[in-house]
Antibody, heavy 125, light 109 residues
Framework: QVQLVQSGAEVKKPGASVKVSCKASGYTFTSYYMHWVRQAPGQGLEWMGIINPRAGTTSYAQKFQGRVTMTRDTSTSTVYMEVSSLRSEDTAVYYC??????????????????WGQGTLVTVSS | EIVLTQSPATLSLSPGERATLSCRASQSVSSYVAWYQQKPGQAPRLLIYDASNRATGIPARFSGSGSGTDFTLTISSLEPEDFAVYYCQQRDNWPPQITFGQGTRLEIK
């Protein structure tokens, strides 16, 4: 069965960075895109970006360009998402979420079919 | 950036009634729209992809329609477990740029 297991909650000070991990299992890691989506307390879903685990290529939401970096380690089937220059508005639950097969994303809504359990990142002085 | 606008913000209905949720895109997104359901404290669940395809395990009372800029999620007869927040999502460009709507809260009347 598909599982996405994320790292634990983090508390950071403004200006710091945070790196969240997401370990995938139950499917061929390099064959499916991986999204990152966040949700601030009581708010809606916000798409941050996507990584192709096979090629390592990424696409980030314009809002996060220059402040977010997504990487992967194919030897451990893990993707990482790092956010720098944290501010209080970055307090949110961060989800990794599996997209469709890599050959399918370009001709579809590039939907999300499995989600991690979420990682709460709190930014506070 | 393509903006998705969902309406209404809140929909109050009773079990057994029909729910119609709307999602409008600021420009055409072809049929590249998905719908999700989210309950409190849970991750979202995929309901519909590519405007009208039900995801695996989703009951037949959920259906999606639309293309271009106007999309609809219909729940034919509400069950108690259907009361939740619903989001639409679109994919634009390549490499992809994705946005979510702001959500519609479906509450028990």
């Amino acid at each position: 069965q598909v599982q996405l297991v994320q790292s634990g909650a983090e508390v950071k000070k403004p200006g710091a960075s945070v790196k969240v991990s997401c370990k995938a299992s139950g499917y061929t890691f390099t064959s499916y895109y991986m999204h990152w989506v966040r949700q601030a307390p009581g708010q809606g879903l916000e798409w941050m970006g996507i990584i192709n685990p096979r090629a390592g290529t990424t696409s980030y939401a314009q809002k996060f360009q220059g402040r977010v970096t997504m990487t992967r380690d194919t030897s451990t089937s893990t993707v990482y998402m790092e956010v720098s220059s944290l501010r209080s508005e970055d307090t949110a639950v961060y989800y990794c979420a599996r997209g469709p097969p890599d050959y399918y994303c370009s001709s579809t809504s590039c939907y999300i079919d499995y989600w991690g359990q979420g990682t709460l990142v709190t930014v506070s002085s | 950036e393509i903006v998705l606008t969902q309406s209404p913000a809140t929909l109050s209905l009773s079990p057994g009634e029909r729910a119609t949720l709307s999602c409008r895109a600021s420009q055409s997104v072809s049929s590249y729209v998905a719908w999700y359901q989210q309950k409190p404290g849970q991750a979202p669940r995929l309901l519909i992809y590519d405007a009208s395809n039900r995801a695996t395990g989703i009951p037949a009372r959920f259906s999606g329609s639309g293309s271009g800029t106007d999309f609809t999620l219909t729940i034919s007869s509400l069950e108690p477990e259907d009361f939740a927040v619903y989001y639409c999502q679109q994919r634009d460009n390549w490499p992809p740029q994705i946005t979510f709507g702001q959500g519609t809260r479906l509450e028990i009347k």
